[in-house]
């Protein structure tokens, strides 16, 4: 039951904590990739958080669908996840973040990572003929939402 005084969010998504975390790390992002310099806004800092935004992107668009498209849509987070840990490495050996911010992106995406197979897994537990992740990525998916 909702408390009185918890406000209920139009949008459902608003209300999933993975959702926060992911505002959160696109948030501190943007403080960092602030400082890279000039030549490596348009190849490196641009398409990382754009990659960033992508993770709420894809949790706030899946909400809105069925449960096998929302669990299509976390997948795609998880991707994006995956493509963050990569810019944060690459900007790592370029020495555009030290150690602290690395390891702070690493465990963000972690973090992340662990949320949305939790929510995944629950969600395809009342899903029937579903056993496992696995078993779910060689299903056919609508047209519609790729």
Do not use: A, G, H
């Given at each position: 039951m909702i408390k009185p005084d918890t406000p209920?969010?139009?949008?459902?998504?608003?209300d999933l904590r993975i959702y926060a975390k992911a505002l959160d790390y696109i948030t501190w992002l943007h403080?960092?990739?602030?400082?890279?310099?000039d030549q490596d806004q348009p190849t490196l800092a641009h398409p990382f958080l754009k990659v960033s935004q992508s993770i709420a992107l894809f949790l706030a668009e899946g909400s809105a669908r069925n449960k096998p498209q929302f669990i299509y849509y976390l997948k795609m987070a998880k991707s994006s996840?995956?493509?963050c840990v990569v810019y944060t490495e690459v900007a790592f050996r370029l020495e555009l973040m030290n150690e602290e911010e690395k390891e702070y992106s690493v465990n963000q995406?972690?973090?992340l990572t662990k949320m949305i197979g939790s929510l995944v897994t629950s969600l395809q537990r009342t899903l029937p003929n579903i056993k496992d992740e696995d078993e779910f990525d060689d299903m056919q998916l609508p047209p519609d939402i790729i």
């Open positions: 209920v969010s139009f949008f459902r998504f608003e403080q960092v990739v602030k400082k890279f310099p996840v995956r493509e995406m972690m973090e």
